[in-house]
């Protein structure tokens, strides 16, 4: 008996550290797909850069084996190549993909804010959108892109959010990252986007007013536009072709 219960004793132990080194395998992989796919969103690995797969290990202060599964599942999203005995390299992204990218973006996102017209928000959900706007209105006096960056961003997250549709909101995320890229490497290259400013006061004032048709062609016009200038921009400079 004793000597049974010995053996389970050590099996247990045995389990228990099998159990630990695959979730600590689980976070490293998970570590090092979050660090580079944040910083190839922020540009902080701009388009165009190659790297060996050590390289990559040596950057995040870990071994080749999650890198190598993270690099995979970047692959998988578009944000890499993986090329045989040479590593990784960071996709451009090209005219063509923003304007499909966009095409998404611009009908989702409408249909978001028509559909939290139609059902309303609460007081405290359309306060946060206001003090979206009104951040970003303190970013453009300041002359302060990267502040206006992050309070439009954030308007954006809340407005999808309002939509109360999970689905709606998990393809508009990935859409979002993929032109996160591209919108912040022409941030100082456009116009202090003071009509952007203009058309979210217009959609959240159709939200309050609980017109969805004013709400969808508010924001509609608004995506649509943006994605063109983007476009616009990434073919006039060829910055998505590297």
């Known amino acids: 008996?004793?000597?049974?219960?010995?053996?389970?004793?050590?099996?247990?132990?045995?389990?228990?550290?099998?159990?630990?080194?695959?979730?600590?395998?689980?976070?490293?992989r998970e570590r090092a797909f979050a660090d580079i796919r944040r910083r190839i969103l922020e540009n902080e690995l701009p388009a165009g850069v190659q790297m060996l797969e050590t390289e990559v290990a040596d950057m995040l202060g870990m071994s080749r084996t999650p890198v190598r599964?993270?690099?995979?599942?970047?692959?998988?999203?578009?944000?890499?190549?993986?090329?045989?005995?040479?590593?990784?390299?960071?996709?451009?992204?090209?005219p063509d993909d923003m304007r499909e990218i966009y095409d998404v973006l611009t009908s989702l996102e409408a249909t978001a804010?028509?559909?939290?017209a139609a059902h309303g928000l609460p007081p405290a959900e359309l306060a946060a959108l206001d003090r979206s706007v009104a951040d970003m209105d303190k970013a453009l006096k300041r002359e302060d892109l990267k502040a206006w960056a992050?309070?439009?961003?954030?308007?954006?997250?809340?407005?999808?959010?309002?939509?109360?549709?999970?689905r709606?909101?998990?393809?508009?995320?990935?859409?979002?990252?993929?032109?996160?890229?591209?919108?912040?490497?022409?941030?100082?290259?456009?116009?202090?986007?003071t009509e952007s400013n203009e058309d979210?006061?217009?959609?959240?004032?159709?939200?309050?007013?609980?017109?969805?048709?004013?709400?969808?062609?508010?924001?509609?016009h608004h995506r649509q536009r943006s994605g063109a200038m983007l476009v616009e921009l990434l073919t006039r400079l060829g910055l998505g072709a590297i």
Do not use: C, Y
Request: aromatic share 2%.
């Open 1 to 28: 008996m004793a000597q049974a219960s010995s053996r389970t004793r050590v099996r247990r132990k045995a389990d228990a550290a099998a159990n630990d080194a695959a979730a600590e395998d689980r976070s490293q």
């Open 69 to 94: 599964e993270a690099l995979i599942r970047l692959a998988e999203e578009g944000l890499v190549e993986i090329r045989p005995r040479h590593g990784m390299r960071v996709k451009p992204v090209s």
């Open 113 to 116: 804010a028509s559909l939290a």
């Open 150 to 166: 992050n309070a439009d961003e954030r308007f954006h997250d809340l407005l999808v959010a309002g939509s109360g549709n999970k």
């Open 168 to 193: 709606l909101r998990d393809i508009v995320a990935t859409m979002r990252d993929q032109a996160h890229r591209a919108r912040m490497s022409t941030l100082t290259l456009r116009p202090l986007p």
């Open 200 to 220: 979210h006061r217009a959609v959240v004032e159709a939200i309050r007013d609980r017109d969805p048709d004013a709400a969808f062609a508010a924001h509609h």
